[in-house]
């Protein structure tokens, strides 16, 4: 019984983080965030940048607002335009490594 749930929440936490991806590629993140001409940071590079709110349970909320008003970068329409559940769900990948 341990293992079937161990199993299952592997999966879960797998199906998270693929969902997350899906979030970023929905919403255009990855046309700057990848392996582009921009000059947005990659997705490791703020992943290690925001590991370090991993244990602050509302961390992902603040920060998904704070990219939304355009107060972590200057104003990007992108970011504007996701709406505040997207904005905490990607900062919450992000926190939790960006995999």
């Known amino acids: 019984m341990k293992k079937i749930f161990i199993l299952i929440t592997l999966l879960l936490l797998t199906s998270v ?7 970023a590629v ?3 993140c990855m046309g700057c965030h990848a392996d582009t001409e921009y000059d947005a940071p990659p997705w490791p ?5 925001y590991a370090k709110f991993k244990d602050q349970p509302d961390a992902a909320r603040l920060q998904g607002e704070k990219l ?5 970068f200057t104003k990007i ?6 709406t ?9 990948w992000i926190i939790d490594g960006a995999h």
């Open 45 to 49: 590079e703020l992943a290690a940048k």
């Open 84 to 92: 505040p559940t997207n904005a905490t769900e990607l900062m919450q």
């Open 77 to 82: 329409k992108a970011h504007q335009k996701l």
């Open 26 to 28: 929905r919403n255009g």
């Open 17 to 23: 983080s693929y969902a997350n991806r899906q979030l």
């Open 68 to 72: 939304r008003k355009g107060k972590l």
